[in-house]
């Protein structure tokens, strides 16, 4: 018998799916792309405006470095060319949040081109092309009351109504929803190190429209595509592309056709909905923008801007492995942002063994992080914390079990590892000194081979004599303490 989940599968490999994303992010600039207006999220409606955001007549654009200098960055991040000389189009068309009756974008010049970004895919690394990278300004918001069962009143506001955005295009080389999900978070991570967008998408500072087509394998030819748009969260977008392949497999199958449309997708349905019928781009009207001259990067301003960029993440996660011997698990973990990748990087400067600071990073910090719904950079442990701790069990101070307790006591109280860790009876380092003297002055000469190759020049068994010590005190010593000591009795 054939069952329904059968003749899925069996359509399923027929047909292959080509998806390709259009991303945009708006630009961490104070102020807006053509005027002087606060890009700040979420001040009172309308509060933010001027004559040129409201689209008053006669009002000039005046165009914002920054934000050029940051939609730049993020183009030398993805590898795209920057054009020396773009041109700024008008994008004409009537909504009632864009009260110019155009939205200024880049159309035939953008600012830049032929980038890509590489993903893993289960092929390995795969490069998804990107078409375009272009500088255009947001438009306003429409605020439904009621959405989206009763929609009884729409206000809008136009504080969003010019704020920078850059618009990510990328070639149809995504294959599969995890290959759409895979390049977003990607980019998204790229984004973030570059530090030109929060990258927020509750806060609508980075916004997916997707599109899919699908086509019978070994066709040359693409399908007729859809696109989702306004989808909230990665996992939405993927889990709207399933559907939408499904939904379009299904309908060929049936003998339809695709129609070419704008689709949004319902999150609690798992759906998506036909909206509106897709325009084209000569429904636009486009020409150039007679208020702006030719952006032009010229070589000097786009070296200056190339000085700006980050190590990138791939990068990172290269140098991390060698750097401190760490898997390349361990630094995609520790990669995942920039601020805890700069975190991690600190501690394990400082730290004895930096693949237990990463270990512990990973192990005992991230998930006690999550449970309390905070940011690396609102640890109560600091790095500097992590790496005490970790040398602490490296040199047998504490024991692994100790260790988890003493974090969970720092999460509870709030405060740093040698905090918690003093309050916990540590003893005062300074009138101690004498006692831990007397072990180290035991221990040198119960261990002359030790102190021998010591003097030969072999620095490394000062570690024997500090563990020896942390041993001695049960833990309760001051392992810098310790070390100095022990230096200077071998020394
Ligand atoms: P439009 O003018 O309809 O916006 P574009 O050519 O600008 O179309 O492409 C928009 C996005 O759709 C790009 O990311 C592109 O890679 C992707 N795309 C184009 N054709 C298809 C297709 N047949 N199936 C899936 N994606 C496509
Ligand atoms: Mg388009
Ligand atoms: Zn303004």
Known sequence: MVTAADSSVAAHARYEPVIGLEVHVQLLTVTKIFCSCSTRFGDPPNTNVCPVCLGLPGALPVLNRKAVEFAVLAAM???CRVNET?????????YPDLPKGYQISQYDRPLAEHGWIDIDSEGGTKKIGITRLHLEEDAGKSLHEGFPDA???TAIDLNRSGVPLIEIVSEPDIASPGEAYEYLTRLKEIILYTGVSDCNMEE????????VSVRPHGQKEFGTKTEVKNVNSFRFIREALAYEIERQIELIDSGGKVTQETRLYNANEGKTYGMRSKEQAH???YFPEPDLLPLVVDEKWSSQIRKLLPELPEARRERMVVDYGITEKDAQVLTSSKALADQFEEAAKSAKNPKRVANLVQSELIGRLKAKGLEIEQSPISMKGVAQSSDLVDVGAISGKMLKDL????????KDFPVVYDE????????DTSALEKIIDELIAANPRQVEQYRAG?????GFFVGQVMKASKGQANPQVVNELVAKKLG
Do not use: H, M, W
């Not at 773009?86 to 009537?94: C, L, V």
């Not at 609508?204 to 599109?211: E, F, I, K, T, Y």
């Not at 072999?458 to 000062?462: D, L, P, S």
């Open 151 to 153: 929609v009884e009143k």
């Open 283 to 285: 429904d636009y009207r």
């Open 407 to 414: 974090y969970d006591l720092c999460f509870q109280r709030g």
């Open 86 to 94: 773009s041109i700024f189009a008008r994008k004409n068309y009537f």
């Open 77 to 79: 991040a993805l590898n």
């Open 458 to 462: 072999k620095k490394t068994v000062a």
């Open 424 to 431: 916990e009876g540590r003893p005062q380092q300074s009138s």
């Open 204 to 211: 609508g500072s980075l916004r997916c429209d997707a599109n």
